[in-house]
């Protein structure tokens, strides 16, 4: 069955930089586009960048664009996303999720960044 | 800025029917967005319900059924049980790698 497994939270600085990483597994990893959404504390869910499939395309939001990086590597059936000018209001659980027709149709368990000093 | 707007709240009796909806801040949603749906318990991770407008994914019970409803995008439940009482957020992808979340509607089942 799919599987996401998201690494790599914890607690950072303002101002610093962070890599979060999602391991896949139970899917062609290299034939789907990928997501990252974010949840802060007793909020919402937001939407914040995907990946294409072979890699060479990404979207971003305008609240993360220019800070967040999201790459890919397909031979390790991996996600990335490089975070970094990190600030409070990026303080959120962090998902990744599979895209499928326009829609996360698979979710990992989130992973937890807190940005404090 | 376009924002994707939800009911904050809703409530329905057990066994009843409700409808969700989900607008953009100017203008129409429509199929050519595909709106999705997802449900949220507290605590948990979110679960895609209907996408693509209408469609449901898989193992998700025939209660659950998405629409257009004049402007705006539909999550119907019918039939609502205890464990439907969560958050549900809906989804549209506007294009050219816009993609936005509604705030999300808290339903209470009572």
């Known amino acids: 069955q799919v599987q996401l497994v998201e690494s790599g939270g914890g607690l950072v600085k303002p101002g610093g930089s962070l890599r979060l990483s999602c391991t896949a597994s139970g899917f062609t990893f290299s034939d789907y586009y990928m997501s990252w959404i974010r949840q802060a504390p007793g909020k919402g869910l937001e939407w914040f960048g995907f990946i294409s499939d072979r890699g060479d395309i990404a979207y971003y939001a305008d609240s993360v664009r220019g800070r967040f990086t999201i790459s890919r590597d397909n031979a390790k059936n991996s996600l990335y996303l490089h975070m970094s000018s990190l600030r409070a209001e990026d303080t959120a659980v962090y998902y990744c999720a599979r895209w499928r027709v326009r829609a996360s149709d698979h979710w990992g368990q989130g992973t937890l960044v807190t940005v404090s000093s | 800025q376009t924002v994707v707007t939800q009911e904050p709240s809703f409530s329905v009796s057990p066994g009843g029917t409700v409808t969700l909806t989900c607008g953009l801040s100017s203008g129409s949603v429509s199929s050519t967005y595909y709106p999705s749906w997802y449900q949220q318990t507290p605590g948990q991770t979110p679960r895609m319900l209907i996408y693509?407008?209408?469609t449901r994914s898989s193992g998700v019970p025939d209660r659950f059924s998405g629409s257009i409803v004049g402007n705006r995008a539909a999550l119907t439940i019918t039939g609502a049980q205890a464990d439907d009482e969560c958050d549900y957020y809906c989804?549209?992808?506007?294009?050219?790698?816009?993609?936005?979340f509604g705030g999300g509607t808290k339903l209470t089942v009572l």
């Open positions: 693509n407008t209408n």
């Open positions: 989804v549209l992808d506007l294009g050219g790698g816009t993609v936005l």
